[in-house]
Structure formats: C-alpha cells, structure tokens
C-alpha cells in the first residue's frame, strides 16, 4: 500500500520561501507524477503543480512564477518549494499521486494527510 | 482555462436516502477526465470516481458517476451514515492542469 508523507516548517514567515518534503513509502515514486495541493481552511482544493520522476515540471499559471519542484528518486522522496509567501499562502498542504487508467485523464488515487502550514511574522 | 460548478453548496438529506451531485463544466470535457472525490473533517481527500463513471479501488457500488459533456452526476443510491462529507469534482485539461469544484456538502437532515 502506498503511502504518503508531508514534512516541513509548519510556520514560515510573510516573504520567505515555503519548503516541503513528501517521502513516498510501499511503493517505487519512479514513472509516476508526483502533485501537490493546497487547503485553505474552510476552502476548496487548488493544484499546485505535478513533478514526474525524470523531473519534468507544470505548475498552475496562478503560482507558476513561485514555485519550484524537486524529485529525488533515490530517497523516494519529492518536494515544494513556495517563495516570498503571504498570507493567503496558509492552507492545508497535500501531497499526492497522479495516475491515469488507459485512455482516462490523471486523478489523485494517493494523498498524504495534509500538512498544515501558516503564513505569520 | 475550464471551470467547475457543483451544486448544490449543501444537500441535507437521511440516511437511506438517495443524493445526486451535480458537477457543470464551463466547456466541455472528454469524460474521460472527470474524477470525484470524498473529503471528511480532517482528513484528505479519497478517489471515489475516475474516468466519470469508473469507481476506484475498494469504492462501494453505491456510489456511481454519469455524465459527458459539460454536466456531470454524482449518484449516491442509499446513503450510510459514513457518506456525510464534501464532495469534489476534479477535471484534468490540456496545459496540463488539474482544475477542482468549490465541493458539495452533504449533512444530515
């Protein structure tokens, strides 16, 4: 069963840069995209952006110009990273697997519990 | 870019009874790409649905998806008492990109 993990600061002041580490378990992270999502609470789900494992990289246009993925496929691991944040950057963060069935679109068939990460000085 | 509406906001409705979901799409989308998802207080997140009408591993079948186009259903035939929580819609577009409905809340009547 694959399981997943978010890790990191779950403070990060106004401006700096939001860092986190997903590390996948049961399971190999190779030939897959790797997602993360966003929470704000009370909210709804916002897709970040999808890394696969040979580093290939989309981003929402919305955030495109501050955010950076990484993958390190031997620690099975992947990562986000946000910069000058504010506070509307506080939500619930998730990681995720995208998969897709022949012929259907990506869904998200694993998530991590959610990490949650607040924007304060 | 393609935009998701659920309705309705909220669905109060007993257990037994039978919930319909409405996802609309602002274009439309191959079926193909549509999923749904479960989300409880606290908690990620779960894969209900994929390829509109596709149920996912372990999903009960009383759960089940129609739709084409650009207006897509979420058809819970009884629901159990576990069944209370927001749903999503999610589609995957060109770009690539992954768009989410604003979610629908079904509680307890």
């Known amino acids: 069963q694959v399981q997943l993990q978010e890790s990191g600061p779950g403070l990060v002041k106004p401006s700096e840069t939001l860092s986190l580490t997903c590390t996948v378990s049961?399971?190999?992270?190779?030939?897959?995209?790797w997602s993360w999502i966003r929470q704000p609470a009370g909210k709804g789900l916002e897709w970040i952006g999808r890394i696969y494992t040979s580093g290939s990289t989309n981003y929402n246009p919305s955030l495109k110009s501050r955010v950076t993925m990484s993958v390190d496929t031997s620690k099975n691991q992947f990562s986000l990273k946000l910069s000058s944040v504010t506070a509307a950057d506080t939500a619930v963060y998730y990681c995720?697997?995208?998969?897709?069935?022949?012929?259907?679109?990506?869904?998200?068939?694993?998530w991590g519990q959610g990490t949650l990460v607040t924007v304060s000085s | 870019e393609i935009v998701l509406t659920q309705s309705p906001g909220t669905l109060s409705l007993s257990p037994g009874e039978r919930a319909t979901l409405s996802c609309r799409a602002s274009?439309?989308?191959?079926?193909?790409?549509l999923a749904w998802y479960q989300q409880k207080p606290g908690q990620a997140p779960r894969l209900l649905i994929y390829?509109?009408?596709s149920r996912a591993t372990g999903i009960p079948d009383r759960f089940s998806g129609s739709g084409s186009g650009t207006d897509f259903t979420l058809t819970i035939s009884r629901l159990e008492p576990e069944d209370f929580a927001v749903y999503y819609c999610?589609?995957?577009?060109?770009?690539?990109?992954?768009?989410f409905g604003p979610g629908t809340k079904v509680d307890i009547k």
């Open positions: 049961g399971g190999s992270i190779s030939s897959y995209y």
């Open positions: 390829g509109a009408s």
């Open positions: 995720a697997r995208a998969s897709r069935k022949y012929g259907s679109g990506y869904y998200f068939d694993y």
């Open positions: 999610q589609q995957y577009g060109s770009s690539p990109s992954f768009t």
């Open positions: 274009q439309s989308v191959s079926s193909s790409y």
